[in-house]
C-alpha cells in the first residue's frame, strides 16, 4: 500500500525559510490533486495548501504571500515552500490528496518549529 512521506522540516528562526517534500512510496499513487495540512499541538489538522488537477492553487488567508505549494510529476513529488515563518506555523505538517475513495492513510508529517 501507499505511504506518504514527507521531509524538510525542522528548527527555523522566525522570518527563515523552509522547503518540505512530499514523496508516495510503494504502492502505485500518482501526485495531482493534492494538499499540504499542518497540526499544531492541541488543535485539528487543517488544510493549509492545495493545488487542483488543472494547476489552480489554494492558501489558507494566514499563509497566502509566504506559502508555496507545488508538485513534479515527473519526480511524483508535491512540494510546500514556506517562507517568512512565523511561531504561529509550528506544527506537524502533512501531506495528502484531500478526497478520493483511494485516499492514503496519513504518514507520519514532517515536524516545523519556528522559535526564537
Known amino acids: 500500500q501507499v505511504q506518504l512521506v514527507e521531509s524538510g522540516g525542522g528548527l527555523v528562526q522566525p522570518g527563515g525559510s523552509l522547503r518540505l517534500s512530499c514523496a508516495p512510496s510503494?504502492?502505485?499513487?500518482?501526485?495531482?490533486?493534492m494538499g499540504w495540512y499542518r497540526q499544531a499541538p492541541g488543535k485539528q489538522r487543517k488544510l493549509v495548501a492545495g493545488i487542483a488537477s488543472g494547476g489552480t492553487t489554494y492558501y489558507e488567508d494566514s499563509v497566502k504571500g509566504r506559502f508555496t505549494i507545488s508538485r513534479d510529476k515527473d519526480k511524483n513529488t508535491v512540494y510546500l515552500q514556506m517562507n517568512g515563518l512565523k511561531p504561529e506555523d509550528t506544527a506537524v505538517y502533512y501531506c495528502?490528496?484531500?478526497?478520493?475513495?483511494?485516499?492514503?492513510?496519513w504518514g507520519q508529517g514532517t515536524q516545523v518549529t519556528v522559535s526564537s
Open positions: 510503494g504502492g502505485n499513487f500518482s501526485v495531482d490533486a
Open positions: 495528502n490528496a484531500p478526497y478520493g475513495p483511494n485516499r492514503p492513510a
